[in-house]
């Protein structure tokens, strides 16, 4: 069943119903569902669909060149390409009036194969492709060099796409659609454990339970999700292990630049390096405090990717337990009663992204056009705070302010007036609404301190 991504195809269409040539670049990290994506967009179109390969230029030609013949003559005589050049021009005296795709997909593979690939592409687009009826698709798991090498200024292909797609994993609710039949706590759990990667999303099995799941993927030796991060990176990097071990540090806590040089004994030039390229393909990812960027002691680096978050949160310390046979065991002592805490970051993103949503779509009193954590010092208290959800307007300085609780105990009155009283650190912001987020629900001393404080009291099954 395919899910999700209605919008990519409106996208995919209105490119391909476009008169004359065109050119998207479509990229995204592995698993996230570009192939599904354009296998579902192609399925009924005159396609060129070549998958390339780690192999050598030659190998890719001959590949290549069966997906023309196999699109274009299909059981007829055809002649033997001698370069790409000659395959990029055959395409072209076979465009005609209607509308002809061509999909290169894990073009960068290509392109390492013949390092003259982009060069010819673009001497063909602008000579002969240029007048005539042809949709073209380059798509790549690699985002550093999709990035680098074909959307660049660099790049022989820079200014000859008329548009570009970076497929990022589904949201919480399009995620929640691949378990339709959990409850909203173990949807939320589902988003949590994969990062919205539609691969990753697929593979939970309907009429198993989630704890099951999770054991399956992640805690047996056999799982797909066992070795799954070790995997990603070996196709990033030539050696993972300073990379992993980067990963480790950031997982277990460590944020700042000099802690992390420190627990990891990389010096700081070579740590900048190495967290720009995680970075360059989003396992990390920095976070700067809302309306409070200037204060760089408050900013610090975090595992972005939502997979490799919970992997090296649990999977790494217990790699020597699930090899033994014991990952049932593991998971039930050292994770599962950590699950719900773990869960606390997913539960502020999904908030913001919640508060983001409704601020858009008219449904607070302020427009969002930014959502974040706020982080910083409580003058007034003379300690740090910080604010779970904080959306703003920064043209009429307005802000909504939030809390988010992931766990199964009823939020009381206390809590609820502490964020009433967090308000002023968001000055001169003019605060309009206050939302609550909570797992487990409000007492009655809760429900009235909403109701008297003005702070709407909001449930997982909501955001949803």
């Not at 040539?21 to 569902?33: L, N």
């Not at 790549?140 to 200014?159: H, N, R, T």
């Not at 050696?239 to 944020?255: C, F, K, Q, W």
């Not at 009381?412 to 609550?436: F, G, K, Q, W």
Request: glycine letters at 8%; hydrophobic letters at 35%.
């Amino acid at each position: 069943m395919f899910l999700g991504r209605d919008r990519e195809l409106s996208a995919l269409e209105s490119e391909y119903k476009s008169k004359g040539f065109r050119m998207t670049i479509v990229y995204g990290r592995r698993r996230v569902g570009k192939t599904e994506l354009l296998n579902k967009f192609s399925e009924d179109k005159e396609v060129i669909f070549y998958t390339a390969s780690e192999a050598s230029a030659e190998n890719n030609l001959t590949g290549f060149e069966g997906a023309i013949f196999e699109a274009l003559s299909p059981g007829g005589i055809h002649p033997h390409f001698r370069s790409f050049e000659e395959a990029f021009l055959y395409i072209g005296e076979h465009a005609g009036k209607k509308k002809l795709l061509v999909i290169i997909d894990e073009y960068p593979y290509l392109a390492e194969s013949d390092k003259s690939i982009s060069s010819v592409l673009q001497k063909c687009i602008d000579t002969d492709w240029k007048d005539k009826n042809i949709y073209l698709i380059l798509c790549g798991s690699s985002i550093s060099f999709m990035e680098d090498e074909v959307l660049a200024g660099k790049s022989p292909l820079y200014g000859r796409r008329t548009s570009q797609m970076d497929l990022l994993p589904f949201d919480y609710k399009r995620s929640a659609e691949f378990v339709p039949d959990y409850t909203f706590e173990e949807k939320a759990i589902v988003y949590g454990v994969t990062g919205g990667v539609a691969k990753y999303l697929k593979l939970f099995e309907a009429g198993m339970s989630l704890e099951d799941n999770i054991k399956r993927l992640f805690f047996s030796e056999s799982g797909y999700l066992f070795e799954e991060p070790k995997n990603l990176l070996r196709q990033e990097f030539r050696d993972i292990s300073l990379y992993n071990t980067i990963i480790e540090v950031v997982a277990d806590g460590a944020t700042k630049m000099n802690e992390i040089s420190q627990r990891t004994g990389i010096s700081t030039a070579g740590l900048t390096q190495a967290l720009n390229k995680l970075m360059k393909v989003r396992i990390i990812k920095k976070f700067i405090p809302i309306l409070n960027e200037k204060n760089k002691r408050y900013s610090g680096y975090a595992v972005g990717d939502g997979m490799f978050r919970f992997w090296y949160r649990f999977v790494s310390r217990g790699t020597t337990a699930i090899t033994r046979g014991f990952g049932t065991q593991y998971f039930e002592t050292q994770v599962k009663p950590f699950i719900h805490e773990f869960m606390g970051y997913v539960f502020e993103e999904m908030c913001q992204e919640y508060v983001m949503e409704q601020g858009i779509s008219g449904s607070l009193p302020v427009f969002i056009s930014e959502t974040g954590k706020w982080t910083g010092q409580d003058n007034d208290k003379k300690q740090p705070s910080d604010i779970d959800v904080v959306g703003i307007d920064r043209v009429k300085k307005q802000a909504v302010i939030g809390e988010c609780k992931f766990r199964n105990k009823k939020v009381d009155s206390n809590e609820i007036e502490t964020l009433a009283n967090r308000r002023r650190l968001v000055a001169p912001y003019n605060v309009r609404d206050m939302l609550y987020f909570s797992l487990g629900g409000y007492d009655k001393g809760a429900l009235a301190k909403g109701e008297e404080l003005g702070v709407r009291l909001i449930e997982v099954s909501d955001i949803y």
